[in-house]
């Protein structure tokens, strides 16, 4: 079975600051992992996914994430938090068959202080 | 591109009624839909994925016959909620997979159900 753990349901950053979030997926075979951001009573929106290319992949708005297979993690980092960057962002994780389904964490809400 | 619409955005409905919500993808093909449900400040929980001309496949502990899921086109799914109660009251998203590229699923803005 695959599952995601997202590390801290909150994260306050300063504007200007790195903006780290955690990841930890567990599964037993490769995976494809995503990172999606949502803003208040709003759809999801992708902001970079890892489908076995590259470790060390760039998405929207200046976030990247790096695929540890030995750590099992796919953290999410911005170097520059913006104001705009506040939002709940879900990391998940998808089999590589034909389901296409998505396990999402439980969230991570961050918050970013002016 | 890869735009997904759902209607309405929002809906009130009395207790003992149904609603039926619409997830369209726009500008693309989509054989493969998903319906999640998110309640307040946790995560989206996946109910049910549905196939273009077959019958919805339901997560575990998801009751398909008081949610009922239609995806009659390949651009169109619907779930309508049977016997509304109040702990129905969520926020419904809906995701599509687009039939020819990657592998990620592109969301709705999602449908606020609110039962009295």
């Known amino acids: 079975a695959q599952s995601v753990t997202q590390l801290g349901s909150h994260v306050s950053v300063s504007e200007g600051a790195l903006v780290l979030l955690r990841c930890n997926y567990s599964?037993?075979?490769?995976?494809?992992l995503f990172w999606y951001v949502q803003y208040p009573n709003q759809g999801l929106q992708l902001l970079l996914k890892?489908?076995?290319?590259?470790?060390l992949v760039k998405g929207i708005n200046g976030f990247e994430a790096e695929f540890k297979k030995s750590e099992t993690s796919f953290h999410l980092t911005k170097p520059s938090a913006h104001m705009s960057d506040a939002a709940e962002y879900f990391c998940a994780v998808s089999r590589m068959d034909s389901s296409y389904k998505l396990i999402f964490g439980s969230g991570t809400r961050l918050l970013v202080r002016p | 591109g890869a735009v997904v619409s759902q209607h309405p955005s929002w809906v009130i409905c009395k207790s003992g009624t149904s609603v039926k919500i619409e997830c369209r993808s726009l500008d693309f093909q989509a054989t493969t839909m998903f319906w999640y449900r998110q309640f307040p400040k946790q995560s989206l929980m996946l109910m049910a994925t549905s196939n273009e001309g077959s019958k919805a496949t339901y997560e575990q502990g998801v009751e398909k016959d008081k949610f009922l899921i239609n995806h009659a086109s390949l651009t169109l799914s619907t779930l309508t909620v049977t016997s509304a109660h109040p702990e129905d009251s969520s926020f419904y998203i809906c995701s599509a997979k687009a039939d020819t590229g990657p592998y990620e699923q592109y969301f709705g803005p999602g449908t606020r159900l609110t039962v009295t």
């Open positions: 599964s037993s075979v490769p995976p494809y």
């Open positions: 890892y489908t076995s290319a590259a470790t």
